[in-house]
């Protein structure tokens, strides 16, 4: 049974700071991996999505890699803004086409 | 184009009681699945429906049942409501059933069970 993983559950920065949210899973048999954001009591926002053959994706300050063999995923956010406050979530995809969710990790950005 | 959208946004049942939750999938796409995201948790699959059938199923019990129309458009159906089905519920859509492509998500509709 696939398991996600993300710690820590919750990070607070100060705005400008460039950093790192981590994803682990269990079963490196993936199709994907996607990074979503959700803001408080709202729906799921697809940031990157990589897929198994790829290493890395990357849009705006936003770069996801994946190594599959480890079972790891990152997602770098640079120069962090207070905008970028929000729930990131990783989620991987089954053969299945099922998607099997992290807890999610909840940033903070001080201004 | 318009993206999934979910209707109604919010709901308030009591328990015991049934609900339906109606889905309509983006532009192009004909596979819809839906999750489950309690308070603080990540989402958790409950099924997918493809050509108007149930393709794949969560670890979710029968009061969970789901339809699709041939337009496409999703609705998910909870009998029998429990407290613990209070949860904001999520629908995907993709262009086909494959595990390769995006899933785009809506709003979500949150139900809340008193």
């Known amino acids: 049974k696939q398991e996600v993983t993300q710690i820590p559950a919750a990070l607070s920065v100060p705005e400008g700071e460039n950093l790192v949210l981590n994803c682990s899973f269990t079963d490196s048999a993936i199709y994907n991996l996607q990074w979503f954001r959700q803001d408080p009591g709202k729906g799921l926002t697809s940031l990157l999505l990589?897929?198994?053959?790829?290493r890395e994706q990357t849009s705006g300050r936003l770069n996801a890699s994946l190594d599959k063999s480890s079972g790891r995923s990152t997602l770098y956010i640079a120069a962090s803004q207070p905008g970028d406050s929000a729930t990131y979530l990783c989620a991987v995809t089954g053969a299945n086409s099922k998607l099997t969710f992290g807890k999610g990790i909840t940033l903070s950005v001080r201004p | 184009d318009a993206g999934v959208t979910q209707s109604p946004t919010h709901l308030i049942k009591t328990r015991g009681q049934q609900v339906t939750l109606r889905c309509s999938p983006k532009s192009g796409h004909d596979t819809v699945s839906w999750y489950q995201q309690a308070l603080g948790q990540g989402p958790q699959f409950i099924f997918q429906y493809y050509e108007e059938e149930e393709r794949q199923r969560g670890n979710f019990p029968d009061r969970f049942s789901g339809h699709q129309f041939p337009n496409y458009s999703s609705e998910l159906n909870v009998n029998a409501l429990l407290l613990g089905d209070s949860a904001l519920y999520l629908c995907?859509?993709?262009?086909?059933?494959?595990?390769?492509?995006?899933?785009?998500f809506g709003p979500g509709t949150r139900l809340t069970v008193t």
């Open positions: 995907a859509s993709s262009p086909v059933p494959s595990s390769s492509y995006e899933q785009y």
């Open positions: 990589i897929q198994s053959s790829q």
